[in-house]
Every structure is written in structure tokens, then in C-alpha cells.
């Protein structure tokens, strides 16, 4: 029998992945039979790591910090994975506060293969994937700005281990380009092989690719395997395009979970002299431009998005 969901766990790091220059996926074991719980697709966990981090003054200060992660493997598997992006450089000093509190670069550097952590399930119910964890919903375009796939990637997974024929996914997938820029080219696109690994399997995935600021435009041959350049609901002679209906379909009965930044969701972005500015986001796209029912989108909205006009 599992934990309650209020109670920590301790987890054991058995495995890292690197999915791009600044991310990487660990996987996770239970370290006894005591430790495992159950979880559904769309669920988040908050793990509490011992880390030492800068002072302005130039000394260090160690102490627990913890960040929430959507899980990004199936409930159905043994191991957890939680995939972490580096979110602030490397000795990055908050100018208000006048220490670092930055996580990813400081876990990347300082804990290990073999590790323990602390984590703690967060119980919410109505988390944006809760319809499509209950069954509720099973035709899913799923809207994910550059970070936001990790849900995805838990639910593809799921897809393959029940197999269960009803359930059909888009995967709408931003990204500013594919190659991060640097002198190896390492993609900058978190799953990019592997989704199109997928893609090839299932018959009931699809994933479209969108690239904002890619310079080249990219092709494939497969049915199930699309690219796409400029915003999603912004066709390439910048007339609006029903992006929707063009690549998913069936617009009246799908469900548009969207996870991302409130730039990407909302079109909400700080600028960099501090003011807030709206634009369009997903959500204004989908109810203006297909129609889409209010009742019919969900979200997950991890940050503010910094940007400047382009």
C-alpha cells in the first residue's frame, strides 16, 4: 500500500539523461518498498535537495532547497523521471536578496548518481491534465511551449503501456530552433528524438513542430512527423491560420491541455525595461480563431516570460 500523498519519500537517483545542452532527465527509484506511491498523468513532485550556493560577499551558504517538477514518466513504470532545465546561470546572485537562488545548475553540479532526496507528491486534483488522467478526455491536442513536455512525455508513455485504443494525442510542440547554436550544434528541442521515435511507433500520436526563430525549414516524410515555422495560429504569409483544425481536427470534441510560460499561454510577457505587456497567447488563439469551448482548455502556467520586441 502507497503513502498518503502528503508524505515525503525518499528517492534514489539511479540514472541521468541529457536531453539538451542545459537540461537533463533523472530517473528515480524508490529506496524500499515503503517509498512507492501512485501517481496520475499530469501530476507534479517537489524534491528537497542539500545544496551549496554563492553570497555576493563571495562566501557560500549551504542549506535545503526544494523545486516542483512535472513528472515525466508513466504512472504505470517502476522508476520516476523528472526531467530539470537550468532556469538561471551558473552563480547567478538575485540583486535584491544578494544570494543565488538559482537550483538546476547547483543540483547538476552537486548531486550524484546514487544520491538520496527527499520528495513529496503534490495531491491536487484538478491539475490541467485531470480529465485525461481520469479518462475523462481522450482526444487530447496538447499546446507545450519549449519547457512545458514533460506531462507529454508522461502521457505518451502511458499511451504505450495501456495501449488503449481510444485515446488520441497531438503534440503541439514550440521551440525557438532546433541546434542550441553552439560550436557542436546540440539540440535545443528537450525529447526531440525520442518524440519522433514515438511518432513512428504510434499510431495514435502525432507531433507538430514548431520553430519561432529557426532559420532553415526542416521536412519530413512521415505522416505523423510535421514542422511548421512562426507561431502556432500564424500562417507563413502572416495571415491567421487555424492551426487547430489544420494538423489535429475534429475541434468540438478535443481537449487543449497547454503548458508553458504566460507569454506562450496567455500572452503576457515582462519586458525588459519591467512593464507588462499582453499579447495573443494560446488561449485567446483557440477560443478566437477555431472556437474552441473554455471548458475545453486546461493549463499549466510555470512563469512570466522575459522577452523584447521583435
Same mark, same amino acid.
Given at each position: 500500500m502507497s503513502k498518503g500523498?502528503?508524505?515525503?519519500?525518499?528517492?534514489?537517483?539511479?540514472?541521468?539523461?541529457?536531453?539538451?545542452?542545459?537540461?537533463?532527465?533523472?530517473?528515480?527509484?524508490?529506496?524500499?518498498?515503503?517509498?512507492r506511491f501512485t501517481f496520475s498523468v499530469g501530476q507534479s513532485l517537489t524534491i528537497s535537495a542539500n545544496l551549496k550556493r554563492p553570497l555576493? &560577499? /563571495?562566501?557560500?551558504? $549551504?542549506? !535545503?532547497?526544494?523545486?516542483? @517538477?512535472?513528472?515525466?514518466s508513466s504512472p504505470a513504470r517502476d522508476l520516476i523521471d523528472l526531467t530539470i532545465k537550468d532556469e538561471?546561470?551558473?552563480?547567478?546572485?538575485?540583486?535584491?536578496?544578494?544570494?543565488?537562488d538559482g537550483f538546476a545548475a547547483y543540483f547538476f553540479e552537486q548531486v550524484k548518481l546514487g544520491d538520496k532526496i527527499k520528495a513529496r507528491l503534490n495531491s491536487s486534483k484538478?491539475?490541467?491534465?485531470?480529465?485525461?488522467?481520469?479518462?475523462?478526455?481522450?482526444?487530447?491536442?496538447?499546446?507545450?511551449?519549449?519547457?512545458?513536455?514533460?506531462?507529454?512525455?508522461?502521457?505518451?508513455?502511458?499511451?504505450?503501456?495501456?495501449?488503449?485504443?481510444?485515446?488520441?494525442?497531438?503534440?503541439?510542440?514550440?521551440?525557438?530552433?532546433?541546434? &542550441? /547554436?553552439?560550436?557542436? $550544434?546540440? !539540440?535545443?528541442?528537450?525529447? @526531440?528524438?525520442?518524440?519522433?521515435?514515438?511518432?513512428?511507433?504510434?499510431?495514435?500520436?502525432?507531433?507538430?513542430?514548431?520553430?519561432?526563430?529557426?532559420?532553415?525549414t526542416l521536412s519530413s516524410d512521415h505522416p505523423r512527423i510535421i514542422y511548421?515555422?512562426?507561431?502556432?495560429?500564424?500562417?507563413?504569409?502572416?495571415?491567421?491560420e487555424k492551426t487547430l483544425s489544420k494538423y489535429h481536427g475534429n475541434t468540438d470534441k478535443s481537449f487543449n491541455p497547454i503548458c508553458g510560460s504566460s507569454g506562450f499561454i496567455s500572452g503576457i510577457v515582462k519586458l525588459p525595461n519591467g512593464k507588462i505587456e499582453r499579447r495573443k497567447g494560446i488561449m485567446q488563439d483557440l477560443m478566437e480563431i477555431e472556437s474552441v469551448n473554455p471548458e475545453k482548455i486546461d493549463k499549466e502556467q510555470y512563469y512570466l516570460e522575459v522577452m523584447g520586441i521583435e
Open positions: 500523498t502528503e508524505e515525503n519519500y525518499e528517492l534514489q537517483i539511479v540514472d541521468k539523461v541529457m536531453e539538451t545542452h542545459d537540461t537533463y532527465t533523472y530517473s528515480f527509484s524508490p529506496t524500499s518498498a515503503s517509498q555576493v &560577499s /563571495g562566501n557560500y551558504e $549551504e542549506g !535545503l532547497v526544494q523545486r516542483t @517538477y512535472s513528472i515525466a538561471k546561470p551558473y552563480g547567478y546572485l538575485n540583486p535584491i536578496t544578494k544570494k543565488a484538478n491539475h490541467f491534465l485531470s480529465k485525461v488522467a481520469t479518462g475523462v478526455e481522450k482526444d487530447i491536442a496538447y499546446w507545450s511551449g519549449a519547457n512545458g513536455a514533460e506531462s507529454a512525455r508522461c502521457l505518451i508513455q502511458y499511451m504505450q503501456d495501456t495501449n488503449d485504443p481510444d485515446i488520441r494525442l497531438t503534440l503541439f510542440y514550440s521551440n525557438p530552433t532546433l541546434h &542550441s /547554436g553552439a560550436e557542436d $550544434e546540440t !539540440l535545443n528541442v528537450i525529447y @526531440y528524438d525520442w518524440l519522433i521515435e514515438m511518432a513512428k511507433k504510434m499510431d495514435n500520436f502525432k507531433v507538430v513542430f514548431s520553430f519561432t526563430r529557426e532559420k532553415e511548421r515555422s512562426g507561431r502556432f495560429f500564424l500562417g507563413i504569409d502572416g495571415t491567421e
